[in-house]
């Protein structure tokens, strides 16, 4: 049997999972979320502590005894033909420092890396990783399009640790009507990645 080690940013990346898998309690006190799940014939540790390389650096801060570790979670698209729930699992995925809020932006992305998704974590995972000498993969899901933009800049709702404040996003999406419709719809769409997400991992050979 072999451990594994998924980290994601939020607990919800993990939620088509934990529709698959009964969880129960993990210590990881470094994580804002943990749980352990057995999977297959696999112990799997599932850790979230926010986006970014730093709340990485503190969730990760011990060596632990795994047999691989698992950089999960959502991503935004910047190949157009990308669509909400597709896995990436192979090609580019770029990590930025912040969320890509625009499609000009992702588009901007796109030329200057070539890469096929954004996200902001997978590559402190797996400098992590290298530094445990164990083995690393990298499974995102899209959460929005290439098209997509995003209903409010994220970014400036992050608050002193780097983590994103959903209550300070749910107040300025209530003072934008049109943004808090497609805020809903981000919502939606996440679930449907963290959904697809579950299936792709239930039934790949990680």
């Known amino acids: 049997m072999r451990t594994v080690l998924l980290v994601a940013a939020e607990a919800r990346e993990f939620s088509g999972i934990l529709k698959r ?16 799940v057995a999977w297959k ?19 990760l801060a011990r060596k632990r005894d795994v047999d691989l570790v698992l950089s999960i979670g959502f991503c935004g698209a910047l190949d157009p033909a990308l669509r909400v729930g597709d896995i990436v699992d192979e090609g580019k995925v770029f990590t930025a420092d912040r969320v890509a809020v625009t499609a000009a932006e992702k588009r901007a992305l796109r030329e200057q890396t070539g890469a096929s998704a954004v996200e902001m974590e997978a590559s402190a995972v797996e400098a992590k990783a290298r530094e445990w000498g164990t083995a690393f993969r990298c499974v995102k899901v899209v959460s929005d399009t290439a098209a997509d933009d995003l209903p409010l800049d994220f970014n400036q709702y992050r608050d002193k640790d780097g983590r994103f404040s959903r209550t300070r996003i749910a107040l300025a999406a209530l003072r934008r009507p049109p943004a808090l419709g497609r805020l809903i719809r981000l919502d939606r769409d996440c679930r ?3 959904d697809k997400l ?3 991992l239930a039934n790949t050979s990680i």
């Not at 898998?21 to 352990?36: D, H, I, M, T, Y």
């Not at 696999?42 to 990485?56: E, Q, S």
């Open 21 to 36: 898998a009964a969880g129960k309690a993990l210590k990881w006190p470094e994580a804002v979320f943990s749980r352990e």
């Open 41 to 59: 014939n696999d112990r799997w540790l599932l850790v979230a502590n926010g986006p970014g390389a730093r709340l990485v650096g503190q969730v």
């Open 192 to 194: 449907r990645a963290a």
């Open 198 to 200: 579950g299936e792709f």
